[in-house]
């Protein structure tokens, strides 16, 4: 499956009723079919054309691409982060910035800030805000 593929499979599932159900089955699937850390890109490019579905909490969209937390997911979501902040991104890079290492967690704080100094939509600055104010000790 490409990337291309799956994205074109969520935008489908995104017209249906359930949109959690159909992405837990699809991700049952794709683990089924093999497909691994290379489906972080197409996922996490979906959530940010579609930011207003309700993915779950967090979801089983989230809990699939976070099962490459240490293997490219983190480096996905950090371009994500750049790119396109939506809440629900915003959601699990403060998951990952929570779990972080301090010299990673001092980067993810310097990407954050980044974001910020660009401006964001949707009131996202507030959230964001409040992640960084978790984190008071991290240079600025």
Known sequence: MTGRDLYGGLAGLS???????????LTEALKAAGVGAEAIEPILRFMEDHP??????????VHFVERY????????????ISRRPTWHTLWMFHRVV???SEQDRS????????????????GLDDAIWEI???????ER
């Not at 937390?69 to 994500?80: A, F, P």
């Not at 980067?107 to 949707?122: P, Q, S």
């Not at 960084?132 to 991290?138: A, S, V």
């Open 15 to 25: 017209h249906g009723d359930d949109f959690v159900f159909l992405t837990n089955e």
């Open 52 to 61: 207003d579905i309700d993915y779950g909490s967090p979801g089983p969209l």
């Open 69 to 80: 937390h240490r293997h490219g997911y983190g480096e996905e979501l950090e371009q994500s």
């Open 98 to 100: 929570g779990s972080a």
């Open 107 to 122: 980067r993810y704080i310097a990407i954050l800030r980044d974001v910020l100094a660009k401006g964001v939509d949707d």
């Open 132 to 138: 960084l104010r978790k984190y008071p000790d991290e």
